[in-house]
């Protein structure tokens, strides 16, 4: 079997137009993960009862299954409980109203925030409790305390670990497709399927993925820096 190399660049371009989706579920989902993740690892650190408590089952029910069963049960629960109600109640909303590539987004916000959870805990748990009591003592409040001081030195020793999670929801995207959500692994298949050139298209998808890994890493490197230089109290 020999592969088209010029046909991949041709697949790479009939690719693009998957591009979006596969941006708006994981930047949607890394997003809505965060603010999941930090309402949990709130509760987890201050240990606010029962809040603490559940906030420690979903962080560890999450991360002990696999991505693709969050979707599925999703996809499948949640159409199951709508109609359900719909019929009971007499909606006009239901299951079908909603469109396919918003149960990925649920789902996937649900997985990216058990793992934010810990990758803010972390970062949090890294700035010293010392600090928040010194902003006290100046007269802070404590929201000001936390956004002004502890945030901050919070979100620079969590970065690492927040792109290494944008990037796993990058990929993870790809499972979109088994609730019939086309992004660019899901094109890849389709292109294939017009011309039984699916080592072609699947590479083209990996130089895809692979460039958008590349962007992410080098958006956090150029972040490192510059709270590096803040941190030696020098100007950016």
């Known amino acids: 079997m020999s592969i088209d190399f010029p046909y991949i660049g041709t697949a790479l371009w009939k ?10 579920i994981t930047f949607v989902s890394v997003a809505c993960g965060l603010i999941i993740g930090t309402i949990v690892a709130f509760a ?3 240990k606010v009862p029962v809040l603490s408590q559940l906030g420690t089952a979903y962080v560890t029910i999450v991360r002990g299954t696999p991505m693709l069963t969050h979707l599925l049960l999703i996809y499948f629960g949640l159409s199951m409980i709508l109609d359900s109600l719909s019929v009971k109640y007499g909606w006009s909303f239901n299951s079908v109203s909603i469109p396919m590539i918003g149960f990925a987004y649920i789902s996937f916000s649900i997985t990216a925030g058990a793992y934010l959870a810990e990758v803010v805990r972390s970062g949090l748990l890294a700035v010293d ?3 928040l009591e010194a902003a006290h003592a100046v007269g802070m409040t404590t929201f000001q305390g936390l956004r002004r001081i502890v945030f901050p030195q919070a979100f620079a020793a969590a970065l690492p670990n927040l792109s290494n999670s944008l990037i796993g929801m990058l990929h993870g995207s790809t ?3 088994t609730v019939s959500v ?3 692994n899901a094109k890849a298949q389709i292109i294939a399927t017009t011309n039984w050139k699916f080592s072609e298209a699947y590479l083209a998808a990996a130089l895809l993925f ?3 890994t590349i962007l ?3 958006g956090a490197s150029f972040l490192e820096k ?3 230089v803040y941190n030696r109290g020098g100007v950016a």
């Not at 690719?15 to 708006?24: C, I, K, S």
């Open 182 to 184: 086309v992004d660019i």
């Open 129 to 131: 409790k010392g600090q």
């Open 175 to 177: 499972l979109a497709f």
């Open 210 to 212: 692979w460039g958008l």
């Open 44 to 46: 987890r650190i201050y």
């Open 216 to 218: 992410i890493e080098r």
């Open 226 to 228: 510059r709270i590096n």
């Open 15 to 24: 690719l693009l137009p998957a591009l979006p989706t596969t941006l708006y």
